[in-house]
């Protein structure tokens, strides 16, 4: 079983600071997904990428795959409280099945 | 939109009692799965199935079984549920097993079960 390393596990900031949170691995990925996932409900795929070096935005989200495809990262601009929730990446090793990591919980404090 | 229905939000069992937890897809999505969620590890996944009848283990397979007899629903089955078993569960289906962008894997909101 491949593993994923997110970091940090908790992530406690004020609204409007930034943040940045990382998806490691030993092992190269074919393509990787992040997820929120909010209380009470499951996981919401926000962005999957595929090419080493991608760069994906969605409003104050930004999405980068490394270079080497081993690791991820997503950074957050002026969070906000909605942003609240637990962060999971997700990655495809070669065409095995999908593998989660064990998440970053987030806390925007008003 | 799609939607994932998992019909218990939250259950509680006996140990040793048969557990059924049922999952209902209406994207007619080829493949189906079933990850449980614990803290600290993550989603970890038990079964998943690529078409009707098909079934592959996850990760953690033992103590579960799966049943998928139409397209839409994926049933997991505890067997002879045990306390370590107490945990959310979470089905999830997707039209291409491998994902690429464009692609997407949607989840239900999880039935959370303990077991005593």
């Known amino acids: 079983t491949q593993l994923l390393e997110q970091s940090p596990q908790f992530l406690s900031i004020q609204e409007g600071e930034n943040l940045t949170v990382y998806c490691n691995s030993s092992s190269v990925f074919s393509s990787l997904q992040w997820y929120r996932q909010e209380p009470g409900e499951g996981p919401v795929l926000l962005v999957t990428v595929v090419t080493g070096g991608e760069v994906k935005k969605l409003k104050r989200l930004t999405f980068q795959f490394g270079d080497a495809r081993k690791d991820s990262s997503l950074h957050i601009t002026a969070a906000q409280t909605g942003d609240t929730g637990l962060y999971l990446c997700?990655?495809?090793?070669?065409?095995?099945?999908?593998?989660f990591g064990t998440g970053t919980r987030l806390t925007i404090i008003p | 939109d799609v939607k994932v229905t998992q019909s218990s939000r939250y259950l509680v069992k006996r140990t040793g009692e048969k557990v059924f937890l049922e999952c209902v897809q209406d994207m007619d999505h080829e493949n189906m799965f079933w990850y449980r969620q614990d803290p600290g590890l993550g989603l970890r996944l038990i079964y998943f199935s690529y078409d009707v009848k098909m079934k592959e283990k996850g990760d953690i397979p033992e103590g579960y079984s799966v049943s998928r007899e139409k397209k839409e629903r994926f049933s997991l089955i505890l067997e002879s549920a045990s306390t370590n078993q107490t945990s959310m569960y979470l089905c999830?289906?997707?039209?291409?097993?491998?994902?690429?962008?464009?692609?997407?894997?949607?989840f239900g909101e999880g039935s959370w079960l303990t077991v005593v």
């Open positions: 999830a289906s997707s039209l291409e097993q491998v994902p690429v962008s464009g692609n997407t894997i949607y």
């Open positions: 997700a990655g495809f090793f070669g065409n095995e099945k999908l593998t």
